[in-house]
């Protein structure tokens, strides 16, 4: 990409990470009871760093896995804005890994997944160590993070695509979901680019790499297929759980999935956030009404899907 485009996205990025800086104080974790590390490192950038809650161990029985991917347009977002709700996921038996990732425009589609699976790897290699069931996985995020989970469930189901997208991955003939929560996620650059907001282009030019003149044309949108993981849902894909928002600038990438899931016959489970809880990643702060419900929305439904009572 361009000079000037890439200095604009690294500017949008840290702006909105000083945002979110801003309101972490107004979100309180409220982990009392549970064993947390915080920004363990899996790589040598400091964005490659992942938070564990969980809850201490009482009986011999294994602990199911909850990973979860932050979003933020794919070029900023905090860990730390996550940990309240990683820490009520954690309350409800899950070992959970609030992971981070190098930004875009510091690296591009589809690099990011290679440090999401280096995070994956490192917990799993530590699966005895803190006594986890790498049979029963669930992978999750909000926004762009839902994008990531989206695509990683379709490649679990389709192992050429660790290939098609350069991925090393030691663990994935191992690696199965037992469920997905997607909450807000945003899956196709057209529908991304419709909402038109104000950083709405930056983030595609800055995870895909593309320029003002592709941007323009809008059959760049559509032509790598690689870029949509809707392109890659089957029936095969896990149970997931979709949580909407109400006013939820994006909803239109839930609606996408919805139809897709529809079609595809795939089993899913929606929720329709309301209030502040219904603005696009409103349920991840968990001091608001519907982001409760929404908990235990994912809760109730998750118990089903992983088939054990936990």
């Known amino acids: 990409m361009k000079k000037f485009d890439y200095l604009c996205a690294r500017c949008v990025g840290k ?29 040598e950038h400091k964005n490659q ?12 029985e294994k602990r199911p896995i909850f990973f ?19 820490a009520q996921m954690a309350k ?14 510091l690296i591009h589609f589809p690099e990011h997944f290679n440090d999401i699976f280096k995070a994956v790897d490192f917990v799993l290699e530590r699966g005895e160590e803190y006594n986890l069931d790498i049979s029963r996985i669930v992978i999750g995020g909000e926004s762009a993070g839902a994008y990531f989970s989206s695509y990683i469930a379709a490649m679990t189901k389709d ?19 037992s469920a997905v929560v997607l ?16 950083f709405s282009k930056t983030f595609i030019k800055a995870f895909f790499d593309f320029n003002r003149a592709g941007l323009r044309d809008s059959n760049i949108l559509n032509e790598n297929k690689l870029h949509c993981p809707l392109n890659f849902i089957d029936s095969n894909f896990p149970p997931t759980i979709v949580i909407r928002g109400k006013y939820d600038i994006f909803d239109l990438g839930s609606k996408s999935i919805i139809e897709v899931f529809e079609k595809q016959n795939v089993k899913h489970s929606v929720f329709l956030a309301k209030g502040m809880a219904g603005l696009h990643a409103g349920t991840i702060a968990m001091n608001f009404k519907y982001s409760k419900k929404a908990l235990q929305f994912i809760t109730e439904k998750l118990n089903k899907f992983i088939k054990s009572d936990i």
């Open 92 to 105: 409800q038996g899950y070992f959970v890994v609030n992971i981070d990732y190098r930004p875009a425009p």
């Open 49 to 60: 760093r992942m938070d564990f809650f969980y809850l201490p161990q009482v009986s011999d």
């Open 68 to 86: 979860y991917i932050h979003g933020g347009g794919f070029v900023s977002g905090l860990t730390s804005m996550r940990r309240p709700f990683c």
């Open 159 to 177: 192992k050429s695509l660790y290939l098609q997208n350069n991925i090393d991955f030691r663990w994935e003939n191992e690696f199965n979901l």
């Open 183 to 198: 909450i807000n996620g945003a899956y196709k650059s057209a529908d991304i680019i419709k909402v038109k907001s104000a």
């Open 15 to 43: 702006f909105l990470n000083g945002t979110e800086w801003l309101m972490k104080t107004t979100v309180p974790t409220k982990s009392k009871g549970l064993k947390k590390q915080l920004n363990i490192s899996y790589g």
